[in-house]
């Protein structure tokens, strides 16, 4: 009996501790801008950054010049290939990849072609266009616009910790490589460093 009693007393206690703490969780919309660190991993801010630096590095670089005295004013063609991930955390490239993709496409001074999942969807629709769709319509294979160049590139990561303190440190890699030639023709990093105290 005592027993049971005291299990109904911890259950309840237990209920108002879940209760209180539900009842006061807030959340308040902020600006994507705005930089947050809570946890001290990667996250929106770190991403954006990394963006806004290796995009400003890539696309003011001489490569662009060599290129277009190269090939009578035709602007470069790129195809952003694979980040590899071998930081100590789940970092997913394609948020701050998408924002140097989009950087290509403003200022116009590449051109940037699909790589990966999605150029294999738009050639299955191709392949699939050429029995479903009127000859008129139909987008013939062999007629896409080949890259120049390779964006390829890794994201590291250290962890120096002692007792409740750490210091993280990221770095992320880019390379730009010339198909043709597999001549690297640009390197940008951008390295983070987070203190961390609990």
Same mark, same amino acid.
């Given at each position: 009996?005592?027993? &049971? =009693?005291?299990?109904?007393?911890?259950a309840i206690a237990v209920s108002g501790i879940l209760i209180t703490s539900c009842a006061t969780r807030q959340v308040t919309r902020v600006s994507t801008d705005q930089t947050i660190d809570i946890s001290g991993s990667? &996250? =929106?801010?770190?991403?954006?950054?990394?963006?806004?630096d290796l995009t400003g590095k890539i696309l003011t670089a001489n490569w662009i010049n060599t290129h277009l005295e190269q090939h009578q004013g035709q602007r470069p063609t790129?195809?952003?290939?694979?980040v590899q991930n071998k930081s100590h955390e789940h970092i997913d490239a394609e948020t701050f990849l998408k924002d140097v993709e989009s950087s290509f496409i403003q200022t116009q001074k590449v051109r940037l072609v699909q790589g990966g999942k999605k150029r294999e969807e738009l050639r299955a629709e191709k392949e699939d266009q050429q029995t479903n769709a009127t000859v008129s319509s139909m987008k013939k294979f062999g007629l896409e616009n080949g890259a120049d160049y390779i964006l390829q590139g890794s994201i590291n990561s250290i962890v120096d910790a002692h007792k409740r303190q750490k210091v993280v440190y990221y770095q992320v890699n880019l390379e730009l490589t010339n198909i043709?030639?597999?001549?690297?023709?640009?390197?940008?990093?951008?390295k983070i460093a987070k203190y961390v105290k609990n």
């Open positions: 009996m005592k027993f &049971n =009693n005291l299990f109904t007393v911890a990667w &996250n =929106n801010s770190d991403s954006r950054m990394v963006a806004e790129v195809i952003v290939g694979f043709q030639t597999n001549e690297v023709v640009w390197i940008g990093e951008k």
